[in-house]
């Protein structure tokens, strides 16, 4: 499933041709990060983290680039949901730090800091399991990704009344651009719990882009699809991508889109971080081919 590079301003068609690509002009700046593409955005340093006797995560160091998808891969129980978590201030670390660096002063250490506060800073996560209100529309759950940045209280601005209505308005126009770029219009009005399975995971996309993310981190969020529906997934993974330039941390077992997407992977087994490289490095590393070989899954590179 090899896609074409887009450019800056423009979008893949919608008919499923890939034969050009047409210009659209964004309003809003969805990428949350102040940081030159390519700088060092996230710093894992040596982040240890257990539960009683069980070690999740063991000495762990890597770094993502602004700008990157960075494809985290490894075994089941090899510690890459909970590395994510401790990203995200859910988990946290018996040692080590979590850096975010956001262009103007010091990072800060996500290792210390609040899921709530983190959010704020830019890190923008969606589960391995879908966390939307399936009673609500796909509008108003958009809407949900929206209140960190909300000044007026959430319940207010859903009921449309006062300075919340101008509010809600401003926010609308960013929520409405997502809704294009993940190519939802016709959904909008409908409840989410609705919809097929494919299309809850783009709203759930589409929530944590509302958020302007610094950071999107990504738990297998082609998990569970058809072979369609993932290829849709990595489309607006990778559009997300290269049309924001939002930095992704994307954990996915499917070598195949891990391979045609990512710009680094870094492979965990045993809670040990084995190699971070580019995608054809890490695939003919010895440690990994071991590691995947040993743990009875297909060689990597064969996709699914
Ligand atoms: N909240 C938790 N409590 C206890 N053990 C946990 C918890 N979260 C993860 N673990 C353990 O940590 C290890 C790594 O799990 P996880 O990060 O979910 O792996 P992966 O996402 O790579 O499949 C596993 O042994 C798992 O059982
Ligand atoms: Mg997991």
């Known amino acids: 499933m090899p896609l074409p ?5 423009e979008v893949r068609p919608t ?3 890939r034969a050009h690509v047409v210009s659209r002009a964004y309003q809003h700046d969805l990428n949350g990060s102040g940081l030159e593409r390519g700088a060092v955005q996230v710093e894992v340093d ?5 539960f009683g006797g069980v070690v999740a995560i063991e000495e762990v160091s890597l770094e993502v680039r602004q700008g990157d998808i960075h494809a985290i891969i490894g075994p089941n129980g090899a510690g890459k949901t909970s590395l994510l978590n401790c990203m995200s201030g859910l988990y946290r670390p018996q040692r080590g730090a979590i850096r975010l660096h956001r262009g103007d002063g010091d990072p800060v250490d996500l290792t210390t800091t609040r899921p709530s506060r983190s959010a704020r800073l830019g890190v923008a996560r969606s589960f391995q399991n879908i966390e939307l209100f399936r009673h609500m529309t796909v ?4 809407l949900l990704g929206r209140h960190v940045h909300m000044r007026h209280r959430l319940a207010a601005s859903l009921a449309w009344f006062g300075p919340a209505r101008r509010q809600e308005i401003e926010h609308r126009d960013l929520v409405e651009e997502v809704i294009d770029l993940l190519e939802i219009p016709a959904l909008r009005k409908l409840p989410v719990g609705a919809l097929a399975y494919g299309l809850q995971k783009r709203v759930e996309l589409g929530r944590a882009l509302c958020m302007q993310p610094a950071v999107l981190l990504l738990d297998e969020p082609m998990a569970g699809m058809n072979a369609e529906e993932k290829e849709d997934m990595a489309r607006f993974v990778l559009d997300v991508n290269e049309l924001a330039g939002v930095t992704t941390v994307l954990i996915e077992h499917d070598m195949g889109v891990v391979m045609d997407v990512s710009h680094q992977v870094s492979v965990l087994d045993f809670g040990r971080c084995l190699v971070t490289g580019e995608p054809d490095v890490v695939r003919s590393d010895e440690r990994v081919i071991k590691a995947y ?3 009875g899954s297909e060689p990597m ?4």
């Open 46 to 50: 040596a982040v240890h983290l257990h």
């Open 301 to 304: 590179g064969a996709g699914t």
């Open 5 to 9: 590079a887009l450019r800056a301003g």
């Open 139 to 142: 509008l108003e759950n958009l």
């Open 15 to 17: 008919d499923g041709s």
């Open 293 to 295: 070989l040993g743990a």
